[in-house]
């Protein structure tokens, strides 16, 4: 295996991801389980590969070539209640990757995740650094979601959930909050958070003893769930929306596939999916 001091080396859960293995949390979680080897040795975590370093995942080689090789690619699912963002489901639960094209040259790979009874936009690339650049908090991109309560919020609880509670040791907010429709018992509220942990939402209105009863992601950071997009379908984003992305989230725009916002069948717009967003850091 070569030194960590040739400059040609990279971290190890960055080359697979790079791949279209994975996001490079998933990788992560791959190096710690045993399942990936460099130079017929167990692998771990922070570990700097060479081009030259063999690679087996899952005792397979796995394949080393540049990312630019393999078009990029974006979709845009509308998942339904009921799916689960994983690529197999031991308890035999539908996944969302059933639904999806063939990604050529790699993998999809889920950019964040929704929970089994969350629907809505879920956004999929075969873009490892692009997987990385959207999920990682220093990014700042946010998610905004509808959801289904029943009740309402008073003026002071809602303030409240805008400037947080502590709940078994973490600090959950809203990072705006604002109510939109409803009649009887059911009301509509969209939310927006930063990072999404565990339940948060349910949470935050369970603090205020309201029960969500629906949860529909709508957007992602700059990226709206369209109208014509209808649940369990997916359309795949223009090439100007590709790159606006890549431009935004200030990463090297890539070569792009040349079909990119066709989707056969159901949608053949090329509308885009983008909305005007603030200004983004580098990495």
């Known amino acids: 295996m070569r030194d960590s001091t040739d400059t040609r080396s990279e971290k190890l859960q960055k080359v697979l991801a790079d791949l279209g293995l994975g996001s490079r949390r998933e990788m992560e979680r791959w190096i710690e389980a045993g399942r990936v080897m460099v130079a017929g040795t167990p692998a771990h975590i922070g570990q700097r590969v060479g081009p030259d370093d063999e690679i087996l995942v899952d005792g397979r080689p796995a394949r080393r070539r540049r990312t630019a090789e393999v078009p990029a690619r974006v979709l845009l699912y509308n998942k339904p209640v009921g799916e689960v963002c994983t690529r197999s489901d031991p308890e035999g639960r539908p996944t969302v990757f059933e639904h999806l094209p063939a990604a050529s040259g790699g993998r999809w790979i889920s950019i ?25 908090p220093s990014t700042g991109l946010d998610r905004e979601y509808a959801v289904r309560v029943n009740g309402v919020l008073t003026e002071a609880q809602r303030r409240q959930l805008i400037e947080g509670i502590v709940d078994d040791g973490e600090h959950l907010a809203f990072s705006d909050l604002e109510y939109y429709n409803g009649r ?10 930063m990072e999404g942990k565990n339940r948060e939402i349910r949470r935050l209105f369970e603090s205020c003893r309201l029960m969500v009863s629906r949860l529909k992601r709508v ?11 209808t649940r369990g379908h997916w359309v795949e984003l223009s090439e100007d929306d590709v790159r606006s992305l890549y431009r935004l989230l200030k990463l090297p725009v ?15 717009k090329k509308s885009s999916v983008l909305i005007a967003y603030p200004e983004i850091a580098g990495p």
């Open 112 to 136: 964040g995740r929704l929970d089994i009874a969350t629907s809505g936009l879920l956004l999929l690339t075969n873009d490892g650094a692009l997987a990385n650049r959207m999920m990682h």
């Open 184 to 193: 009887g018992t059911n009301h509509w509220y969209h939310v927006v958070l």
């Open 219 to 229: 957007r992602f950071g700059p990226v709206v769930l369209p109208s014509r997009v």
């Open 254 to 268: 890539p070569a792009l596939s040349g079909g990119a916002g066709r989707k056969p069948g159901r949608d053949r």
